[in-house]
C-alpha cells in the first residue's frame, strides 16, 4: 500500500490548498458579479481560507499533517453543511446565491469524501 492517499495524482494536502483557493476565489467573484452587499456572498471565501492554510500547513509540517487535515475535513464538511441550504432556496428559481450553495454543497461532499478515503487509508497504512 502506498503511503499517501492521492486523487488523481494529487496528494489530499494539495487538493486542500487548491480548493481553499477555489473557494476563495469563488466567493469574490461571486461577490463582485452578483454586485452583491451581503457579507454572505462571502461564505465560500470564509470558509476558503482555513481550507487553504490548513493545506499549506499540513504540507510544511509533516509531523503535525493529522491535525491540520482533520481540521480541513471538518471545514470540507461545513461546506456540504451549509450547501444543504440549497434545497430550501431551490423554489425560488437559479441565482447566484442558489449556484453557491449547490456548487458547496457538491463540492463540499466529494472534498469530505476524499478526506474520509484519505483517513482510511492511512489507518490500513498504521496497521501493516
Known amino acids: 500500500m502506498s503511503e499517501q492517499y492521492t486523487v488523481a495524482g494529487q496528494t ?18 461571486i461577490s463582485v458579479v452578483s454586485d452583491s452587499d451581503s457579507i454572505t ?3 465560500p471565501s470564509l470558509l476558503g481560507i482555513p481550507l487553504l492554510l490548513s493545506g499549506i500547513l ?12 482533520h481540521i480541513a475535513a471538518t471545514f470540507g464538511l461545513l461546506c456540504a453543511l451549509g ?11 437559479s441565482n447566484y446565491a ?3 450553495m449547490l456548487m458547496l454543497l ?3 461532499s466529494a472534498y469530505t469524501y476524499f ?14
Not at 58 to 69: G, T
Not at 119 to 124: D, L, S, V, Y
Open 41 to 43: 456572498s462571502f461564505f
Open 98 to 100: 442558489s449556484g453557491s
Open 106 to 108: 457538491l463540492t463540499g
Open 83 to 93: 450547501g444543504t441550504r440549497f434545497f430550501m432556496v431551490m423554489s425560488d428559481g
Open 12 to 29: 489530499i494536502p494539495t487538493i486542500t490548498s487548491g480548493y481553499g483557493g477555489f473557494l476563495i476565489i469563488w466567493g469574490i467573484v
Open 58 to 69: 499540513a504540507a510544511k509540517i509533516p509531523e503535525k499533517r493529522k491535525l491540520w487535515m
Open 115 to 128: 478526506c474520509v478515503q484519505s483517513f482510511i487509508h492511512a489507518r490500513k497504512a498504521r496497521q501493516e
